[in-house]
């Protein structure tokens, strides 16, 4: 357990979530089916999953020179409008990627 909560006198928050994520290969493919949005309840001292926002998202770059988009937000809708956004944005910078070049010497 994270040391901040040890002391704490309150309930922490909680809130149903809901997160999306797809990953892109370098040459822009998916590396997998899309996944379903999914909900689940999240505490605030899980910060990959708890958020008061109604969608949020993250692009990050992957050793193995994949593009992931994360997602996530209380409201559904928002999340998957922001999924859509997130895709596009990681298909956009994907060429970015810093691992990239160590990827292509491997191959």
């Given at each position: 357990m994270d040391r901040r909560w040890a002391s704490v006198t309150r309930m922490p928050d909680r809130q149903l979530a809901h997160a999306?994520?797809?990953s892109y290969t370098p040459d822009g493919a998916l590396s997998y089916g899309p996944l379903p949005?999914?909900?689940r309840w999240a505490?605030?001292?899980?910060p990959d999953s708890f958020t008061t926002k109604a969608a949020e998202y993250r692009i990050e770059f992957r050793p193995n020179g994949n593009t992931e988009a994360h997602v996530r937000g209380i409201n559904r809708a928002a999340v998957?409008?922001?999924?859509?956004?997130?895709c596009?944005?990681?298909?956009k910078v994907r060429?970015?990627?810093p691992y990239l070049d160590g990827v292509r010497a491997d191959a």
């Open positions: 999306a994520l797809a949005v999914s909900s505490w605030e001292f899980e998957r409008r922001a999924y859509e956004q997130a596009a944005k990681a298909l060429s970015q990627n």
